[in-house]
Nanobody, 127 residues
Framework: VQLQASGGGLVQAGDSLRLSCAASGRTFSVFVMGWFRQAPGKEREFVAALKSGDSPYVADSVKGRFTILRDNATSTKYLQMNNLKPEDTAVYYC??????????????????????WGQGTLVTVSS
């Protein structure tokens, strides 16, 4: 499976941005897709995840501002980011696992749970 992340850019505080993550290489119906971000000098941080057949789960740090949207016609998933803040500045990565080993979203908040990663897309939020 290959993941292609896109949609990053330079925006101002309060703006919205939608990141895309397109999967290719094989079809699948059972999955967990996660979004992570990494700011300079910091560890990779969990942002949100979506399990097949479930509603999105987002980290407390972005709750109420970010969510994951899905396009049912394709395998593309989106990270919708609203009311962006300068502290949201980071490289954003989408990740995928086809192994549904746990029903708990907390399990999927670790980067180690994912087998496939996109290349990352930079989001810069100016104040």
């Amino acid at each position: 499976v290959q993941l292609q992340a896109s949609g990053g850019g330079l925006v101002q505080a309060g703006d919205s941005l939608r990141l895309s993550c397109a999967a290719s290489g094989r079809t699948f119906s059972v999955f967990v897709m996660g979004w992570f971000r990494q700011a300079p000098g910091k560890e990779r941080e969990f942002v949100a995840a979506l399990k097949s057949g479930d509603s999105p789960y987002v980290a407390d740090s972005v709750k109420g501002r970010f969510t994951i949207l899905r396009d049912n016609a394709t395998s593309t998933k989106y990270l919708q980011m609203n009311n962006l803040k300068p502290e949201d500045t980071a490289v954003y990565y989408c990740a995928l696992t086809l192994k549904l080993l746990s029903g708990s979203y907390a399990y999927y908040s670790s980067p180690a749970r994912y087998n496939y990663w996109g290349q990352g897309t930079l989001v810069t939020v100016s104040s």
